[in-house]
């Protein structure tokens, strides 16, 4: 499938009032098209992996392109060159977090752009960080309790940015960490109570939240299961 027909199939499924109900959840609406992400997906299985056509769409500037092309983007293709570009252009949270864990989080270069891009100050980049560790940690399978303990001072440090964007982000982290097996557990547990008593109202949050979850009955028996 040719970038034309892509563009043309897009705007004839425009849905200019799904715009507005996707920003009151906090979606750009800029250059915003409103096809849901369920419609995208099944257009992105009919045209299958294209990585010269997934750099067109996200070249394009449309929201919904961006969104298409990482569902077709091969991530043995992607470059470490490509994601920091494409990070650079992040300017919604869907945006950020569909490249994250749909496509980033299969790269090789996944664990290397967590540190890189937790030292950045754009809040969309900061928070690629975060969200990459939450898609980690459920993809990533042969990843060891170690590399995961490794980010611990990022989730720390960064507890205390207060952009609503960033902190939600270090939060998903810190559950995901936390319901990947039993070590991680406790381990995150011990983390998110440690967060508690930093003086910052988004430490404080982003440490309530997880404990709530974390120590749950529903994760705690899942991962009791997971462990026999």
Known sequence: MQYDDVIAYLKTHANPDNVKGMARFGINPENNLGLSVNTLRSFAKNIGKNHALALE??????????????????????TSKQMNAWAKNFNSWDICDQACTS???????????????ARRDEEFVRRAAFSLIAGL??????????EFENVFPLITKHAVDERNYVKKAVNWALRNIGKRNIYLNKKTIRLSEEILKISSKSARWIAHDALRELQSDKVQMRLAKKKH
């Open 103 to 117: 496509l980033f989080d299969q790269t090789t270069f996944a664990w290397k752009k967590v540190f890189e891009w």
């Open 137 to 146: 940690a459920v993809h990533d399978k042969t990843a060891s309790d170690t």
């Open 57 to 78: 769409l996200w070249d394009s500037g449309i929201h919904d392109a961006r969104l298409l092309a990482v569902l077709i983007e091969n991530p043995i293709k992607v």
